[in-house]
């Protein structure tokens, strides 16, 4: 009985992973939020795909951006219970603190620098709520991310002296440089040494920052944005920019940059080419490990990056959430746990279309990604979270197909992302 047992199972696990390679989603939307996401049908040479039922009204999407706040209130309490931070102020004291600043225009600015008043005031106020935060005592990256992205469209809304228009403010896997000598990172890449004998490396992607989205005059507007300080930062060129004047946007036929540093320092999971070329050298610049390494789940690729930021702009808490009274649900779905997500791999065509509208936004195509990130987690959201997919196409006409990690791993070996559509579905 239990060999028996055992053969159904190897034999059940095999049929999903064959038909799991190749397999194309197309999506029966029942509460017409999905929008534009390629065919909504399955078309008639289509030999292997799956239908993904949608039936969250727009309220309901828009409550997964909204309903974070506990995120706030818990890592708050974290840090202020932490030895290494005394986070004292409340969710509440914090947002009417950023109101003060937003109001009166509390910044200390450099030299005159940024420009305030002739600023947007999404801007503005998102200045606010990183200053508040700082005030309170959020001094990384990554806590600034769990507080001040967890809150921002919660604040947007609960304050009543902003109106904004299509306001987002969402996380953006990236990397910054770090000191050798006092990093805590876990990975230290691509080791530049500068005069004064310091040497400076790649912090893989674990520096936070946001992509900031918003509105005005019928015009979309996106932004790089700092979560750690309201005004200027010494890593970076100032904190709130646009993605082409970015550090991030460096080019990497330069050798040092404007103000020191080095461009394959800074890097975010949207400046497709620069960081497919740093992962495509082969030197773990990135913290990727090395291209042809373990075929297992131990290193992510820049597709992970895309596909975890292209999810957190549906939901910034992804797999995990809370119920009403606070209490954290499905908190050990992560790698580190042993409780699998599934990886994520992007085709140059594709990744090349999202990183166009981050230089050239329109409304219609940020509708596009948004939706482009409603399928994901809709599909994960059925079909598993340890769902491996594969992403090509464009943002105006993507395709997504289920795969496996072997495939993955063997075209990420082979550097083939100009061939992912016909190697997923061969």
Same mark, same amino acid.
């Given at each position: 009985m239990g060999d028996s047992d055992e053969e159904d199972t190897e034999q059940t696990e095999e049929e999903t992973t064959i038909q799991r390679n190749g397999e194309q989603y197309f999506f029966q939307d029942t509460a017409g939020t999905m929008g534009q996401l390629g065919e909504q049908s399955a078309p008639t040479e289509a030999k292997d795909w799956q239908e993904i039922q949608n039936e969250l009204t727009e309220d309901e999407w828009q409550e997964k951006q909204t309903n974070d706040i506990e995120r706030v209130r818990r890592e708050r309490e974290l840090a202020r219970?932490?030895? +290494?931070?005394?986070?004292?102020? $409340?969710?509440?004291?914090?947002?009417?603190?950023?109101?003060?600043?937003? *109001? +009166?225009?509390?910044?200390?600015?450099? +030299?005159?620098?940024? +420009?305030?008043?002739?600023?947007?005031?999404?801007? $503005?106020? $998102?200045?606010?709520?990183? *200053?508040?935060?700082?005030e309170a005592g959020v001094d990384t990256s990554g806590l600034a991310d769990d507080i001040v992205s967890n809150m921002a469209e919660y604040a947007e809304q609960e304050l009543d002296f902003v109106n904004f228009d299509n306001f987002k403010l969402s996380t953006l896997p990236s990397t910054e440089t770090l000191r050798s000598a006092q990093s805590t990172s876990s990975h230290r890449g691509g080791p530049r040494e500068v005069s004064s004998g310091a040497t400076y490396k790649n912090s893989g992607f674990g520096h936070m920052p946001a992509l900031l989205q918003y509105e005005k005059e019928g015009e979309t507007e996106v932004k790089y944005t700092e979560l750690t300080k309201a005004t200027w930062p010494n890593r970076f060129w100032s904190t709130v920019r646009d993605p082409e004047d970015s550090k991030y946007r460096a080019s990497l036929d330069q050798d040092t940059m404007k103000n020191g540093g080095f461009p394959e320092h800074f890097v975010t999971a949207l400046d497709y080419s620069k960081a497919r070329e740093l992962e495509l050298r082969n030197e773990d610049i990135l913290g990727f490990g090395p291209n042809d390494g373990p075929a297992d789940n131990d290193y992510e690729s820049l597709g992970d990056e895309i596909g975890q930021f292209l999810t957190e702009l549906v939901d910034d808490q992804y797999v995990t959430g809370y119920v009403e009274d606070g209490e954290e649900i499905n908190q050990d779905i992560n790698r580190q746990d042993g409780i699998q997500v599934g990886g994520t791999l992007v085709s140059d065509e594709f990744g090349e279309s999202l990183e166009e509208y981050v230089t050239d936004p329109d409304p219609e195509t940020r509708e596009y990604v948004e939706n482009i990130g409603r399928g994901i987690y809709t599909i994960r959201q059925e079909q598993g979270w340890d769902t491996d997919l594969a992403i090509t196409g464009t943002v105006e006409n993507p395709e997504i197909r289920g795969t496996t990690l072997e495939r993955i791993n063997e075209i990420r070996a082979d550097q083939a992302y100009d061939q992912v559509r016909q190697r997923v579905a061969e």
């Open positions: 219970q932490s030895a +290494n931070n005394g986070i004292e102020q $409340t969710l509440e004291e914090m947002l009417q603190r950023a109101e003060e600043i937003y *109001k +009166n225009q509390e910044f200390n600015l450099w +030299n005159g620098e940024p +420009n305030i008043e002739n600023e947007d005031d999404e801007i $503005t106020f $998102t200045r606010s709520l990183i *200053k508040a935060s700082q």
